[in-house]
């Protein structure tokens, strides 16, 4: 059985600039949640993909999106990058939209200058 | 809204301790609750689930505790070893159930 992965495990960019996250779901797995962890606090829910479609979003600007593939594996684009942008985004994913145990990934650690 | 408080911060102990760590929620609607440990930068591992019709779990040294009506849970580490040093984090599925609502965290150091 193959864990969640996430790529890249480090990424620098330039405010303004636009960058694509990526995770993959553990095998069996129909949903994955994104959460940003900023230095020192706890993560933060940024929305829930289930069968393709958005389930849930967080207190987060539309310059948050995601996507989601037949395959479940799951994207985070965030376009007009800010400093505050920087921060760890973990993926988590589970089986069912609802209350069942998330795994997580590694991580991203995104870096915004 | 849902808050969550963990406490304390930090905590440094020396090997062999048990120790509690604490972790209270203002909202009693929750769903299941989850503990995790995370080590410095890495993502988290699930340590414990325990569902909302459940009052505790325990994994090896591990035991967790959930009292809905109080507000609170527990998670207690008996004998603890310095391979336990790491930040752990609560968090609680609300919104519907489909979310995790984080703590902050406690950052455990375990000395030898």
């Known amino acids: 059985e193959t864990g969640v992965t996430q790529s890249p495990t480090h990424l620098i960019k330039t405010r303004g600039q636009q960058v694509t996250l990526r995770c993959s779901s553990q095998?069996?797995?129909?949903?994955v949640s994104w959460y940003q962890q900023a230095l020192g606090q706890g993560p933060q829910f940024i929305f829930q993909?289930?069968?393709?479609?958005?389930?849930g979003r967080g207190n987060f600007p539309p310059r948050f999106s995601g996507l989601q593939f037949p395959n479940y594996s799951s994207e985070l684009n965030v376009n007009a990058l800010e400093l505050d942008d920087s921060a760890l985004y973990l993926c988590?994913?589970?089986?069912?939209?609802?209350?069942?145990?998330?795994?997580f990934g590694p991580g991203t650690r995104l870096t915004v200058t | 809204k849902q808050e969550v408080t963990q406490i304390p911060a930090a905590l440094s102990v020396p090997e062999g301790e048990n120790l509690v760590l604490n972790c209270s929620f203002t909202?009693?609607?929750?769903?299941?609750l989850q503990w995790f440990r995370q080590d410095p930068g890495k993502g988290l591992t699930s340590l414990l689930l325990?569902?909302?019709?459940?009052r505790e779990q325990t994994s090896g040294r591990l035991n967790a505790s959930l009292d809905k009506s109080s507000g609170r849970s527990t998670l207690y580490i008996a004998a603890s070893q310095p391979g336990d040093s790491a930040t752990y984090l609560c968090?609680?599925?609300?919104?519907?159930?489909?979310?995790?609502?984080f703590g902050t965290g406690t950052q455990l150091k375990v000395e030898l």
């Open positions: 993909y289930y069968r393709e479609e958005e389930n």
């Open positions: 909202d009693s609607a929750i769903y299941n």
């Open positions: 968090a609680f599925y609300t919104g519907g159930g489909n979310k995790l609502t």
């Open positions: 095998s069996g797995h129909n949903t």
């Open positions: 325990i569902q909302s019709s459940q």
């Open positions: 988590a994913s589970s089986w069912g939209g609802s209350s069942y145990e998330q795994y």
